[in-house]
């Protein structure tokens, strides 16, 4: 019994990664969804929800583990602070998939699916800088990752303020109420990832 009280050491980084792939996959599967004429499917919005579901567990792991575990391979904060943006990149997506299905989106629209690729090209890369913190020596990689975020950030403010001007134009108003609702949850996925980012930059700086 007495091993009870010695400090105890978790693997975090392999529920970061959980959580990344659950990122990744519901960014490609957004894709998917925009891309796909007509209204979403029913064994797509459930895949998405199931995702959103998986990465809750993930973060609710790591939390509980926060709690219980002496050894942590950086601050508990940045622990916290990452699990907590890791996660909310999975459920804006699922935001996202929720009103499209609510507002009876249908899929095809080309703006939605350029902010898909962005989507889904910073999710990827999110998972680069957030694979490189269990390397010693992979700063410089991780470093240049979230510079690429910050960069797909970018495109995405200019891409909502584009379409946002055309939608003004085109569209009435009920639908221009909705499509801004989906436009603004596409760009601030992106926000998200740029907070990663900035989660990951600041444990790399404290650690180097």
């Known amino acids: 019994m007495i091993f009870n009280f010695l400090p105890r050491e978790f693997d975090f980084f392999n529920l970061f990664e959980e959580q990344v792939?659950?990122?990744?996959?519901?960014?490609?599967?957004?894709?998917?969804?925009?891309?796909?004429?007509?209204?979403?499917?029913?064994?797509?919005?459930?895949?998405?929800?199931?995702?959103?579901?998986?990465g809750d567990t993930a973060t609710h792991s790591?939390?509980?583990?926060?709690?219980?575990?002496?050894?942590?391979?950086?601050?508990?904060?940045?622990?916290?602070?990452?699990?907590?943006?890791?996660?909310?990149?999975?459920?804006?997506?699922?935001?996202?998939?929720?009103?499209?299905?609510?507002?009876?989106?249908?899929?095809?629209?080309?703006?939605?699916?350029?902010?898909?690729?962005?989507?889904?090209?910073?999710?990827?890369?999110?998972?680069?800088?957030?694979?490189?913190?269990?390397?010693?020596n992979g700063s410089k990689a991780v470093l240049a990752a979230c510079v690429e975020v910050n960069r797909l950030e970018n495109v995405g403010d200019a891409m909502r303020d584009a379409v946002f001007m055309e939608l003004f134009e085109t569209k009435s108003a009920i639908e221009i109420i909705k499509w801004k609702e989906i436009y603004q949850d596409a760009e601030t996925v992106l926000d998200i990832c740029e907070d990663v980012a900035n989660v990951v930059e600041s444990i790399i700086v404290k650690h180097n």
Request: some cysteine.
């Open 62 to 136: 790591i939390i509980e583990q926060l709690n219980k575990t002496f050894i942590t391979p950086f601050d508990r904060e940045d622990i916290h602070a990452l699990t907590k943006e890791l996660d909310d990149i999975t459920d804006m997506i699922n935001t996202m998939v929720v009103r499209i299905k609510v507002y009876k989106i249908p899929g095809g629209d080309r703006h939605l699916m350029e902010f898909a690729k962005v989507i889904e090209e910073s999710v990827l890369t999110v998972s680069k800088a957030v694979k490189g913190l269990r390397l010693k």
């Open 21 to 54: 792939e659950c990122a990744i996959l519901a960014a490609k599967k957004f894709k998917e969804i925009v891309a796909t004429p007509g209204l979403i499917e029913e064994s797509a919005y459930q895949t998405i929800q199931h995702l959103e579901s998986k």
